[in-house]
């Protein structure tokens, strides 16, 4: 343990890494700021969800009727056109058709029957989890009414995607300095003429992923500290993600295949819970860049060679992926949609059917806890060859 | 002068440069190489191409009958293939005007979407060849411009005395270039990717510069001659004149893309075209081109001198990336895409709102490179002052 706190001291002991994570944060306002014509919409929304309440029905719609006019003819026309839907509002999930989706990604994906056969079997899955939703009404619920799915794709695509971002370039940066730093030093032959010296490197790694993770949050409780002075929750907390003013969150995808798809979680998400599974598992995310990390860093021993390599590998990936995406190449695309890469790229689609993204139920998680399978052995077995090689000085 | 090459040699490391090939050609692949191929695509690509080489940059009064001429060719054309087309008879397609009175009727694709297709495809040429004819007449006549629109008035004062005089002056000279609006704007774009891609590779050459000194403590040991002291001079040129060969290599790489698209043979059409972007400039698509080389040397330098100068404050590689990545990302990725977005024209259609002020992008460059350039020479000003880490 004091091995592990003499190694995040040296960490902490960098300033450039704190006047980074600084930069992180102020950008991160920037994009708050500007996305503050959504966010006046969004609280707008939820104003009216803390008087209405969540599910649309003959209550909520009398109280709506009710609401004082709004300032501008636009936007009283707007308020009129949403009432006029509200009272036509059924529930979409109970009419979700998956035999028509089914056909029609057998279709798509004809010419790679792997993907073909998996995308049935999950849209199976999705089909059930439609119906279990319909069963909850989760389709009627309000959230903000019509700027959910830009809100959310804002906050989703664009501040989570960024926070996750600067999260993993953190975790890299740190374990990168974490094993390079003894032949920066000038120590790395002392330590390692000894065997306990030489596990020092298992202690960075550790050090390394632990402060990757305690970044993360840092940046996440921060950020989100800013977010929710802005952003007005409380009215949405409790609001379904499968309700149906959710379907747009993926007119914001740049994948436009199935762009008007429902939102179909695989669990029983609320905005809150999924807001904090979305943060977890960018948690998980972050760790899995960080043991790959730490892989390039053990084996090649020089941080910006290490970087370098890292940075290859992660635009080489996603290259070769997005590319197999675009050319319809789905027998290249399905296995790589497996990689940390691609699942950084799909924030959007986190926890749900995710379309032609996904190919199996909760293919994000899955994916996530593989590498950190992978990350995980892939760092013991570099470790383990780094024991017995000679010091590179 | 044998330093400053030593220098070159700590700079040019195989090992990066290879990362750097690689990286170079993801990104092409990634981002610029959709945007440059839709160059060659624009409308009437190839007949400006035939009538740059016929007459000249632009369309003139004197010219305006002969295209009429060429235009009976193409329809004459038409005219003999679509007898060819088994099925365009039956449904009283026999020439252009046939074939347009049914077009318009929107009839033929109800019935037959295949020969609607093929016909569609026989008739472009005339199509677009058209588009060039009526451009210009409707242009001479005063049907299309600003000037004489309600939509003048949304623009700043400076702008419309711009728009006006260009306006003014088409009707005076009555001569219209023969390139689409649309050239210009994808070669920007090219332009564009070239210098990010230059500000990335040359921050990713440079940033290690100071730190491997520093690493391997030769510092301290170069410090106590004055020679040695001023060896911060050698390796700021060195740098310098990396990043300027670099950009020159990217460069020639992407010159040469470009030139396999074909649009170099427009080199003097005028880039204002009356539709698209109203540019600042009276600039030819040649001087347009010098222009984007000229920024991607300009940024260049700056990224440059910006990452010898932050490498300088970093005791090894990790606090010289936290560096570097916000170096790309401020002066790459938001000051040079900025910059190079529609460059020079009075309205960046990416960025929605006030007009752009004349000239803005150069004095951004020119403050960019000051700031640059200034930190390098205050850096080695005070190296003779310093004491050795």
């Known amino acids: 343990m004091s091995l592990l706190k003499y190694e995040w001291r040296k960490l902490a002991g960098m300033p450039a890494l704190w006047a980074f994570a600084a930069m992180c944060l102020l950008f991160n306002c920037v994009l708050l700021y500007a996305t503050l014509w959504t966010c006046r919409d969004f609280n707008e929304g939820s104003a009216i969800a803390v008087q209405l309440g969540q599910r649309v029905d003959a209550d909520f719609i009398a109280g709506f009727a009710q609401l004082p006019p709004a300032d501008t003819p636009e936007k009283q026309a707007e308020q009129d056109k949403l009432l006029d839907f509200l009272r036509k509002m059924d529930d979409t999930l109970a009419r979700y058709d998956s035999a028509s989706v089914r056909q029609e990604y057998a279709e798509f994906l004809s010419v790679s029957p792997l993907s073909a056969s998996l995308m049935d079997w999950k849209i199976q899955r999705a089909a059930l989890r439609a119906e279990h939703l319909a069963q909850t009404g989760a389709a009627m619920d309000f959230f903000v009414g019509p700027i959910t799915g830009q809100a959310n794709g804002v906050i989703y695509k664009i501040f989570f995607k960024a926070l996750l971002s600067e999260g993993i370039m953190l975790g890299i940066l740190s374990m990168l300095f974490l094993l390079d730093y003894e032949r920066n030093n000038r120590t790395a032959a002392a330590v390692c003429s000894s065997r306990v010296g030489r596990k020092l490197w298992r202690t960075k790694a550790l050090a390394g992923v632990t402060a990757a993770l305690a970044l993360y949050l840092l940046l996440v409780i921060l950020s989100f500290t800013a977010f929710f002075a802005l952003w007005n929750w409380s009215g949405v907390w409790n609001a379904s993600m499968a309700s149906q003013f959710n379907t747009g969150i993926f007119n914001q995808s740049d994948f436009n295949y199935d762009s008007c798809r429902p939102f179909l979680p695989w669990a029983d998400f609320t905005a809150g819970s999924y807001l904090l599974a979305i943060i977890t598992l960018g948690a998980a995310l972050a760790v899995v860049f960080t043991l790959l990390t730490a892989i390039f860093g053990v084996l090649i021993g020089n941080a910006y060679a290490s970087a370098l390599a890292m940075v290859i590998f992660i635009i080489a990936s996603w290259a070769i992926w997005y590319t197999s995406y675009m050319q319809g190449c789905w027998a290249v695309f399905t296995p790589l949609s497996f990689l940390p890469a691609s699942l950084w790229d799909q924030t959007l689609g986190w926890f749900t059917d995710g379309g032609i993204m996904y190919f199996i139920p909760w293919q994000e998680t899955v994916t996530t806890a593989l590498w950190l399978i992978l990350g995980g052995g892939g760092t013991a077995l570099a470790l383990r060859r780094f024991n017995r090689k000679d010091v590179r000085i | ?389």
């Open chain 2, 1 to 389: 002068m044998r330093l400053f090459w030593q220098e070159m040699q700590k700079i040019w490391r195989p090992g990066i440069l290879a990362a750097l090939v690689v990286l170079g050609v993801l990104f092409y692949f990634l981002r610029p190489k959709f945007w440059i191929e839709l160059i060659p695509k624009t409308q009437n690509f190839d007949n400006s191409l035939m009538l740059v080489e016929r007459y000249g940059p632009v369309l003139t009064a004197e010219i305006r009958p002969e295209l009429d001429a060429i235009y009976e060719e193409i329809k004459e054309n038409f005219n003999l293939e679509v007898k060819k087309i088994p099925g365009a008879a039956e449904i009283g397609i026999t020439d252009l005007e046939s074939y347009w009175a049914v077009d318009r009727s929107g009839e033929i694709y109800e019935v037959n979407v295949e020969l609607f297709a093929k016909l569609w495809r026989l008739s472009m040429p005339a199509n677009d060849f058209r588009l060039i004819t009526g451009k210009y007449d409707g242009r001479m006549d005063g049907t299309f411009g600003i000037r004489n629109s309600p939509h003048l008035a949304s623009y700043a004062p400076q702008a419309q005395t711009r728009i006006i005089e260009l306006e003014e002056r088409e009707l005076r000279t009555k001569a219209v270039s023969f390139m689409d609006h649309a050239v210009p704007w994808y070669t920007s774009d090219w332009g564009r990717y070239l210098v990010i891609w230059t500000v990335l590779s040359v921050t990713l050459l440079l940033s290690p510069t100071l730190v491997r000194d520093r690493i391997r403590r030769t510092i301290a040991m170069q410090w106590t001659s004055r020679r040695g002291r001023r060896a911060v001079r050698t390796q700021t040129a060195a740098a310098l004149a990396s990043a300027l060969l670099l950009a020159l290599i990217n460069l020639i790489v992407y010159f040469a893309i470009l030139a396999q698209q074909g649009s170099l043979p427009l080199w003097n059409c005028p880039i204002y075209c009356g539709d698209g972007g109203i540019p600042w400039f009276d600039w030819t698509y040649g001087q347009f081109i010098l222009m984007l080389i000229g920024m991607n040397f300009a940024f260049a330098l700056a990224a440059g001198g910006l990452a010898v100068f932050l490498s300088q404050f970093s005791t090894n590689y990790v606090p010289m990336l936290l560096k570097a990545i916000p170096v790309f990302l401020v002066v790459g990725l938001v000051i040079a895409n900025w910059a190079l977005s529609d460059p020079f024209l009075i309205q960046k259609s990416h960025y929605r709102g006030a007009d752009n002020p004349k000239g803005i992008e150069l004095v951004c460059v020119l403050l960019l490179l000051a700031v640059s350039l200034g930190s390098c020479v205050w850096m080695c000003s005070r190296q003779q002052q310093r004491e050795a880490p």
